[in-house]
């Protein structure tokens, strides 16, 4: 079964249990006494009588966890992308094969899942088109509802293949989508495409860096993130065409999809690796970058801000190499590996790039091929297929403190407060923390998720910043890993003086 499958973020970036250093940023860090991964349970998913090949796993709000593959009849042709929901043992939820009737096509793949802010699921992949006599891999997207109901699919691109590489929810409820393309004369230009709610294109843009100039092979954007004016900022890399060398590359976009800048990162450093990661920076003044050595920052016009390398910079960093940023309370969190003992490699970051802690964590009896995940407030997924693919398999470790011992405690999450009070048209943040059996109390607000009684009264966004939209009083409720907390938030018209 052939396929053109993109390189897949292996990892769902959160904590692992960092204990903070509390010494002074940017001039030493502590490497803190690691977690033991402890193997809690393998299950098995999928029919035997077909062929089960593993792509994705993540943790879900609920504690649970969702995989992705795709499935094919042994004594068939057809390729289905395959979704199993799980709750936190393991127990299958719920379980569908998804198949697209309405394109010429024998295969459809699923690379990449996430849970969408709506509590559903969005699904990255491809389509097989058979349609022009000679078939090519065509972008897909495909959305989900909570209980795993279709609720559209749709095929995206005309290069001669396509393939997602990262997508994001915009502020209107749409994606932004960024793939690779391919073409035999490896000139293939960068893509990005912005989706509407529903899954229609609404614009789109095939990127060369200029046709006329050295920069004009081999475009790939890998991520994109929307920018306070509306537009968005896409990165990847360009080539330049005498001596096939990758640079980084940096483009902007108005909200109409116009290209407004453009830039490369020239340097025969450790920056030439390609960004894949972008995020925006805690004191809102730019944006901070990730490629697989370390950081780049820039500023709101996409000048350089400052540059970090972490990979190979102390002796816990040694062959490391990073794939995901996530923003946290102190910064960021960096998710890698280290490539050699395959072990894996957390970083805790200030929003100045200084390293606050490093977590390594080895992984007992990880299968030769698999994908991982790990789990917010500790922890760890692998999806593996079993020999002959007549199954999925997937197996979840948890952390335990080295001075603990198998089997660990009680663990407890709650909110900053019981009660908020707050007046119409301001806005606070609250926060969500989680307290380990080890007395371990980590910021868990960004893996949070929030819902509000009356959204008519305030509003509460993914980061847990309240808005007071009207008099009144309501209830929040965070879900954070099958554990709820609640609080009353009174809402006040402002103080006016005679």
Request: charged share 25%.
């Amino acid at each position: 079964m052939g396929v053109l499958q993109k390189y897949g973020k292996l990892f769902t970036a959160a904590c692992l249990g960092l204990s903070l250093w509390t010494g002074q940023a940017g001039s030493s860090y502590a490497a803190s006494s690691s977690p033991v991964l402890e193997k809690e349970w393998t299950q098995f998913y999928g029919d035997p009588a077909n062929y089960n090949e593993y792509t994705n796993v993540a943790p879900t709000a609920d504690g649970g966890s969702v995989i992705l593959g795709y499935t094919t009849k042994r004594d068939g042709y057809l390729t289905k992308v395959y979704v199993v929901k799980t709750d936190k043992d393991g127990r299958v939820e719920w379980e569908n094969e998804y198949f697209e009737d309405q394109y010429d096509t024998e295969a459809v793949y699923g690379y990449n899942i996430q849970q969408s802010k709506d509590g559903g699921y969005l699904i990255s992949g491809a389509v097989k088109d058979d349609s022009g006599g000679k078939f090519v891999y065509r972008a897909y997207l495909l959305k989900l509802s909570a209980s795993g109901q279709r609720e559209w699919g749709q095929m995206y691109g005309k290069g001669v293949g396509n393939s997602i590489n990262e997508v994001r929810e915009t502020k209107d409820g749409g994606y932004i989508v960024t793939t690779s393309t391919y073409n035999v004369s490896d000139t293939a230009p960068a893509n990005i495409i912005k989706v509407s709610a529903n899954g229609t294109k609404e614009w789109e843009h095939y990127f060369r860096y200029n046709e006329l100039e050295e920069f004009s092979d081999d475009q790939y954007f890998s991520n994109a993130i929307e920018s306070e004016d509306g537009g968005y900022w896409a990165i990847g890399r360009t080539r330049l065409a005498q001596d096939a060398r990758g640079y980084p590359l940096l483009v902007k976009y108005d909200a109409a999809g116009q290209v407004q800048f453009k830039r490369t990162k020239v340097t025969n450093d450790w920056g030439r690796s390609t960004f894949y990661e972008i995020e925006k920076a805690p004191e809102g003044d730019g944006y901070v970058l990730l490629n697989p050595d370390g950081l780049w920052k820039i500023d709101k016009q996409g000048q350089t801000v400052w540059n970090k390398k972490l990979a190979d910079t102390t002796p816990e960093l040694k062959d490391a190499t990073f794939y995901e940023l996530k923003p946290s309370s102190t910064g960021f969190l960096i998710s890698g590996t280290n490539k050699v003992t395959k072990a894996d490699v957390t970083l805790n970051i200030n929003s100045k790039g200084a390293i606050l802690d490093v977590v390594t964590q080895e992984i007992p009896e990880l299968p030769s091929k698999s994908v991982r995940s790990v789990i917010p407030g500790g922890g760890l997924l692998v999806l593996s297929s079993s020999e002959g693919a007549t199954h999925l398999v997937l197996s979840r470790y948890k952390s335990v403190s080295p001075n603990e011992g198998p089997g660990g405690g009680e663990i407890s999450f709650y909110l900053d407060s019981d009660e908020y009070s707050i007046t119409v048209d301001h806005t606070f943040d609250v926060n969500a923390m989680l307290k380990k059996p080890d007395g371990t109390t980590l910021p868990v607000t960004n893996d949070t998720r929030f819902t509000i009684e009356h959204p008519d009264i305030v509003s509460i966004d993914d980061q847990g910043n309240i808005t007071g939209l009207a008099p009144g009083l309501t209830k929040i409720t965070a879900e954070y890993q099958g554990h709820k907390a609640y609080a009353t938030v009174l809402v006040v018209r402002p103080y006016l003086p005679n």
